[in-house]
């Protein structure tokens, strides 16, 4: 007998958020929703998910959007790829850590299919776009049958491929505020590879200097080196308030890299080894804002 590649499953192709909604809570126990399908498609193969439904999002066409108004920030629809966010100027030019997440991200038939929606929703600790949206405070809003509700990045990841939205919710819109015109960010992806890889240990941060070059605001995020996309608390708090020098700088990178991440060793870099990437990101984004204040 013939070995099966893919489990048998139904595939729905909804065109309105409506009728989709129907869909997902119908099936919302043995469904899966797919955006461009770079992740589904290859787990299904594997057999890591086995849906008997499969509900496509591409063909509602107002979720294919992405606009930026400014004072206000960045709105990404379900279904913008990864190809219309990494070249649109105001992602480039507002949000550079957002732009370097997308734009190291795999390649360019990836890129036009794939989208930000699916890269944080399936979860997995080594997203490229997660860490540069946890530094920016984003906000998913997603709706059900049920209603309505918004949901902060910080409060999204709940452990590897899993995430706090419910089974029958779907994703209607990212929003990503304007960020601090002084702010400085920045997004190392630290792959084994140039190209086609994934993060061995990726670090966005954030900060935003005053005049003196005290920290008025800092955020540092960290993936692939814990079980979910994370914050550094502890190593911003250390932070905030205080005159940004090299030395507090270094305690900072650090704190993060001893105390608030969790890396494993696998075929690709052990942990000690991811630890030092984050260590040495960590510190690189906080100089630049040092040398962008000057």
Same mark, same amino acid.
């Given at each position: ?16 958020? /409506? +009728? ?103 979860? =997995? ?20 049958? /049920? ?25 209607? /819109? ?11 960010? =920045? ?46 608390? +502890? ?56 040398? +962008?204040?000057?």
């Amino acid at each position: 007998m013939e070995k099966k590649i893919l489990n048998d499953f139904c595939f729905h192709k909804p065109k309105t958020l /409506d +009728e989709a909604l129907v869909l997902i809570d119908k099936y919302q126990e043995n469904g899966l929703l797919m955006e461009g399908g770079s992740e589904v498609i290859p787990n299904m193969k594997s057999l890591v998910v086995t849906p008997d439904h499969i509900i496509s999002l591409k063909h509602i066409p107002e979720f294919d959007y992405i606009t930026y108004t400014p004072g206000e920030g960045l709105h990404i629809g379900p279904s913008c790829t990864l190809t219309k966010v990494e070249y649109d100027p105001n992602v480039q030019s507002v949000y550079p850590s957002l732009y370097m997440g997308v734009h190291g991200m795999s390649n360019t038939n990836i890129h036009n299919i794939s989208t930000v929606t699916g890269n944080i929703c399936y979860a =997995v600790p080594s997203a490229d776009t997660a860490a540069p949206l946890l530094t920016l405070n984003a906000e998913l809003s997603v709706k059900s049958v /049920d209603g309505e509700r918004k949901v902060p990045i910080t409060e999204l990841f709940a452990g590897v491929r899993r995430t706090t939205l419910k089974k029958n919710e779907i994703v209607t /819109d990212i929003f990503v505020p304007q960020p601090d015109p002084r702010a400085v960010t =920045v997004y190392y992806k630290n792959p084994c590879r140039k190209a086609l890889d994934l993060a061995i240990a990726g670090v966005a941060t954030y900060t935003v200097l005053d005049d003196n070059g005290v920290v008025e605001d800092v955020r540092i995020a960290m993936s692939a080196v814990a079980v979910v996309p994370k914050r550094a608390y +502890e190593a911003e708090e250390m932070l905030k308030g205080k005159k940004l020098t090299e030395e507090l700088i270094n305690e900072a990178a650090n704190h993060a890299s001893l105390h608030e991440c969790s890396p494993i060793s696998d075929i690709r870099a052990s942990a000690d080894y991811r630890r030092e990437l984050v260590r040495l990101s960590v510190r690189d984004g906080l100089m630049l804002a040092i040398k +962008e204040d000057k």
